[in-house]
Each structure stands twice: as C-alpha cells, then as structure tokens.
C-alpha cells in the first residue's frame, strides 16, 4: 500500500471514530434528559392510569432503545410515588403487601386500573343519586308553586 492510500485510510478511520464518539455523546446526551423527565413525571389529578402508564412506558421504551436499562423495581417504584392522592389507599396497600423488587410493572397498573374503576363507578352512582335528589327537589318545587 502506498503511504498516500494509508493516509487516506487512517484519516477516513479517524473520521469515523469522532463521528461514532460524536454519536455517542448525543446517545448519552438523550438518555440523561429521558431519565430526568422519568424522574419529574407525575401523575395528573385529571389523568387516567392508562394515560399515565403510557408515558412511563413511552420514556422508559426509549431509554431502552437508545441501549440502557431500567431495573423494573425502579420503575414500579416511582409509579407509585408518582400517583396522586386518590390512589394514596391502594399504592400503600400494594407497598405494605407485595414485594416491589419481583412485581412486575404491568401487576400495578392492573391494580391501579381495578382501583380507578371501582372509585369511578361508585361515583357514577352517587352522581346518579344526586340527580334523582335533584329531580325530586325540582319536582317538589313545582308541587309548591302550583300548591301555593
């Protein structure tokens, strides 16, 4: 090989090499910001566990393809760190009784989900019992305007 092909060779070697470790520094760079957002994600009052499990899912899904790990008892527990109060009831019991370093991310959010229906079902109830109140009053008020 003539010292002008080697040259040439080692310059396009070098190029590569601070390109891959340019690269590799934006990968780093990327991985660092998507823990960071991990990190200061809460859930909204407004939020559903669904809504809210999908953007864990969505940061840590990245992570991981940009070649990190997540350990999953890290991530079960800022799930339940990251929940707002009306989940304070369930996320204790679920800290008291299971072993959040085998649980599996997918367990709590099932947990969650039951949790989130049974609150909103029993809500839906007591909704429909106030508009029958209502309706009763507005029925009542009526019976007195013509009464009186």
């Known amino acids: 090989m003539l010292h002008a092909e080697k040259q040439i060779a080692k310059d396009a070697w070098e190029t590569l090499k601070v390109m891959y470790m340019g690269a590799d520094r934006v990968k780093t760079a990327k991985v660092q910001t998507l823990k960071t957002e991990f990190e200061i994600l809460n859930m909204k009052e407004t939020e ?7 953007k864990i899912n ?41 072993d959040l370093e085998t649980m599996k991310v997918e367990h709590v959010i099932g947990r969650l989900k039951a949790h989130e229906e049974r609150v909103h079902s029993q809500t839906k109830t007591d ?7 209502h309706q ?10 013509e009464e009186g």
Request: no cysteine; glycine share 4%; charged share 30%.
């Open 58 to 98: 969505d940061i840590v899904g990245n992570i991981q393809a940009l070649g990190e790990t997540m350990d999953e008892p890290y991530v079960v527990k800022k799930l339940l760190r990251a929940i707002p109060g009306k989940f304070l009831q369930i996320a204790s019991t679920i800290k008291q009784f299971a």
């Open 127 to 133: 909704d429909r019992n106030l508009l029958l109140t």
């Open 136 to 145: 009763e009053w507005l029925d009542r008020s009526k019976k007195q305007v």
């Open 48 to 54: 559903t566990i669904d809504d809210f499990s999908m």
